[in-house]
């Protein structure tokens, strides 16, 4: 089960881009990595998935090294609405029991 | 298209009695899951149906817990007798097969008094 390091929390403001860094040492082969956006009172809501190199979707991108061994989230152009906890998560592309939610970051946007 | 649905919302309940936590998947989906967060602690895995088998039943704590998921559709989680430790958020999730993309209840709130 590849457990994930990311900050506690971070604080942007409306407007910046914000990147939020996940460190997954030890990544198998076969795993991906998929990011997760909790609203209080909500359940974990997908926000976008890779394998390598950079995914872009509408709402994110990510960027994963060629060591597989951390990657980014970047939301562009944040608002308030963007506040909520993101969990970087690894594991198999199919087995989603074996995602590992860790702590997630707390990403606090101010006006 | 509806989403995944848990109910209730919430429950307040007092030690040792039972309450039952209902899902009910977005249809089409074979694959549905149970997590939970209890105070303070991260968000883990219970267990995992395909249709109506359980597939992996692995996080879950003890025999107090029962899930069950008759005809492949919705599932219930049944604790019984309920103790203080059990408090917590209740999430199901429920993904389609050879997809990737699991969608999330709002959870069930579980508080044990």
């Known amino acids: 089960l590849a457990k994930t390091t990311q900050p506690i929390s971070m604080d942007s403001y409306e407007g910046q881009e914000v990147n939020i860094t996940c460190s997954h040492n030890n990544i198998a082969t076969n795993d991906y990595i998929t990011w997760y956006q909790q609203f209080p009172s909500q359940g974990p809501r997908f926000i976008i998935q890779?394998?390598?190199t950079k995914v872009t979707n509408e709402v994110a991108s990510l960027f994963i090294p060629a060591d597989r061994k951390s990657s980014t989230l970047s939301l562009p152009r944040v608002s308030l609405s963007d506040t909520a906890v993101y969990y970087c998560l690894v594991g198999d592309n199919y087995n989603f029991n074996k995602f590992y939610f860790g702590s997630g970051t707390k990403l606090n946007v101010k006006p | 298209e509806a989403g995944v649905t848990q109910f209730p919302s919430h429950s307040v309940i007092e030690k040792g009695q039972t309450v039952t936590l209902r899902c009910d998947p977005i249809s089409g989906h074979d694959n549905l899951y149970w997590y939970r967060r209890v105070m303070g602690k991260e968000i883990k895995f219970l267990l995992h149906f395909v249709k109506e088998s359980k597939q992996d039943e692995s996080g879950m704590p003890n025999n107090r817990f029962l899930a069950e998921r008759t005809g492949g559709t919705y599932s219930t989680l049944k604790v019984q007798p309920a103790e203080l430790e059990d408090s917590g958020v209740y999430f199901c999730?429920?993904?389609?097969?050879?997809?990737?993309?699991?969608?999330f209840g709002q959870g069930t709130r579980l508080t044990v008094v």
């Open positions: 999730a429920s993904r389609r097969d050879g997809h990737t993309e699991a969608f």
């Open positions: 890779g394998y390598k």
